[in-house]
């Protein structure tokens, strides 16, 4: 196997740590060719779809490319904003604040960066550019509270595959889930309080929960058993009774069976067996998006209001909620123990110090500047 060149390496410059938070991704525009892109790359991750790659290939390039980009581009035009995609949006948000959450914990050497599965920016752009920029310690932190081979662990193979060609392979941390963390339950909790403040309280919470194929859950992937803890500790917290709340799954695709009750034909039935008002809540995204803006909020709240429903309220996902941020600083702390990541000004004084002479030392020796 040939490796890549190693970028060049500046002799006493501190080793660096970074969290990278790592979403799904989005199209670059709401248009048929930037979805085509994204769906291509997307669909065709083994970790997604689970089908023999040549029958797949078919597929994916006879019918599915062909036929879904224009009218995937049409639902993504309905959600997008001057300032572009709301997943992307927010997660840069996140970022943002994070790194100013992180750095308020003391943690001021951490840097803080994004990036996507699929899509821009590319997780191996971010990673190199962390590399050449002599960042040595990353946290990987997916933006999926629940784990599943679909999402966290396609995460781990990109990462994994693309130091499969680095010689110099930084020490790396992934969290694996968070789908209990209390920090990620309390926030949740608050923005359910804080909608019922504003609007009232529904008849029913609906969990909402992205949904995965049935086999999965057979052939041992645990996101099925996590979104339903997720579920009973934010009933615990908001002290329902299990009449009170319901677990669904949405977003199924193809023609399998998926994980049940579905979002859609769960709420239309509800509505027709008289169930008025009802809150959504979709604890699995913590970034609004395509399936919470579009497919929740416009779809199935139309479907809800059609099959005799009267009030239809969606609670955003967590986004830049202050209770948010300081969970996710929570969770990226807890993993960043142990690595130099808090330093005080004589510290950090001393330490640049030291570069400096380690530096010296190596020119003396003959090495490069």
Not at 69 to 98: F, M
Not at 207 to 213: C, K
Not at 244 to 251: A, C, I, N, R
Request: net charge positive.
């Amino acid at each position: 196997m040939a490796y890549r060149p190693e970028p060049a390496h500046p002799h006493g410059r501190q080793a660096g740590t970074a969290v990278v938070l790592v979403n799904l991704g989005t199209p670059d525009a709401p248009t048929r060719s930037a979805v085509r892109r994204y769906l291509k790359q997307f669909l065709s991750d083994p970790r997604v779809v689970e089908i023999p790659r040549a029958v797949w290939w078919c597929i994916l390039n006879g019918i599915i490319l062909p036929f879904r980009s224009g009218k995937s581009a049409a639902k993504y035009a309905s959600i997008w904003t001057n300032e572009g995609s709301p997943l992307k949006v927010y997660s840069e948000r996140q970022v943002s604040l994070l790194r100013r959450a992180l750095a308020e914990r003391g943690h001021n050497t951490v840097r803080v960066e994004l990036a996507m599965r699929y899509g821009a920016p590319g997780l191996p752009e971010v990673l190199d550019r962390l590399k050449a920029e002599g960042v040595d310690r990353i946290l990987l932190l997916p933006a999926y509270p629940q784990y599943s081979g679909t999402t966290t662990g396609s995460i781990n193979d990109a990462v994994f595959q693309h130091y499969l060609r680095v010689r110099n392979v930084p020490e790396l941390r992934q969290v694996k889930h968070y789908h209990d963390h209390e920090a990620y339950i309390d926030a949740l909790a608050a923005s359910v309080r804080a909608h019922w403040e504003q609007h009232g309280r529904g008849d029913k919470l609906v969990m909402s929960f992205h949904g995965v194929p049935k086999r999965t859950l057979l052939l041992g992937d645990p996101y099925h058993c996590e979104c339903h803890k997720t579920a009973r500790l934010l009933a615990t917290k908001l002290r329902l009774t299990p009449e009170q709340y319901l677990v669904t799954f949405q977003s199924r695709f193809g023609k399998a069976e998926w994980l049940q009750p579905y979002t859609q034909p769960t709420l239309e039935r509800l509505a027709s067996e008289g169930l008025a008002k009802v809150d959504v809540i979709c604890p699995g995204f913590i970034s609004d998006c395509l399936e919470t803006l579009e497919e929740i909020q416009m779809e199935v709240r139309q479907a809800f209001l059609e099959h005799g429903g009267k009030q239809f309220h969606y609670i955003p996902c967590l986004n830049d909620n202050p209770a948010w941020i300081s969970a996710l600083a929570e969770i990226a702390e807890q993993h960043l123990i142990g690595w130099p990541t808090m330093q005080s000004t004589a510290q950090r004084e001393e330490a640049r110090r030291e570069a400096e002479q380690s530096r010296a030392r190596a020119q003396a020796l003959g090495a490069p500047d």
